[in-house]
């Protein structure tokens, strides 16, 4: 079975500053990965995603985010937040044949000025 | 394209009441996601729908639940009767195709409160 952990429940972080999500998945075979962002009273919208070849993949809005098999992470990063990144993260994992994503619990991002 | 459409934005009903949430895909998207958001589930997927026909349903709570597809640019979740604990954000998406490699987009849910 496969399954999202993103062990931080809620960040708060500087405007300016960078920012790091983490996301820890569990899936037996080859997965694809997503980081969805939701602003409040909105739905998710997808910052990126991975399927396979660069290690290192980049999204929109400035999102990077970098899948490492060998830790089973796939961490997003921000170097420069803008108050408008201030939202809730999901990480997300599906296997490569089906439409089936399992979401993470979700990171809340507070940006202060 | 207007994206996905949920409506209503919010409804509050009485437990025991029948409720009924709506969804208009974006056009050209051959399949469509029913997802439930709460604080202690998180987001789950509902039912999967491809070509208006329901391919798993395997989500649904109950048969307190149904959900219809009639034509390629509607669908409906119904819930009934409603109950408290259904309280929740339920989401619609509506992706080109059903792999994965295909971007599924959302709509701005609907926030159900049963009292």
């Known amino acids: 079975a496969q399954s999202v952990t993103q062990p931080d429940i809620h960040i708060t972080v500087s405007e300016g500053a960078s920012l790091e999500l983490r996301c820890n998945y569990s899936y037996g075979a080859t997965p694809y990965l997503f980081w969805y962002v939701q602003s409040p009273g909105q739905g998710l919208q997808l910052l990126l995603k991975?399927?396979?070849?660069?290690?290192l993949v980049q999204g929109i809005k400035g999102f990077e985010a970098e899948f490492k098999r060998s830790q089973s992470s796939f961490n997003l990063r921000k170097p420069s937040v803008h108050w408008s990144d201030a939202a809730e993260y999901f990480c997300?994992?599906?296997?490569?044949?089906?439409?089936?994503?399992?979401f993470g619990a979700g990171t809340t991002v507070t940006v202060r000025a | 394209d207007a994206g996905v459409i949920q409506s209503p934005r919010h409804e509050v009903t009485e437990m025991g009441q029948e409720v009924t949430l709506r969804c208009k895909p974006i056009?050209?998207?051959?399949?469509l996601f029913w997802y439930r958001q709460t604080m202690m589930r998180g987001l789950e997927l509902l039912i999967y729908f491809n070509n208006n026909v329901p391919i798993d349903d395997s989500g649904m709570p109950e048969d307190r639940f149904s959900a219809k597809m009639p034509n390629a640019s509607f669908s409906t979740l119904k819930i009934q009767p409603s109950e408290p604990r259904d309280s929740a954000v339920y989401f619609c998406a509506s992706s080109r195709t059903q792999d994965l490699n295909t971007e599924a987009f959302f709509g701005q849910g609907t926030r159900l409160t049963v009292v």
């Open positions: 056009s050209g998207h051959n399949s």
């Open positions: 991975y399927f396979s070849g660069d290690t």
């Open positions: 997300a994992v599906g296997p490569s044949n089906d439409y089936k994503l399992s």
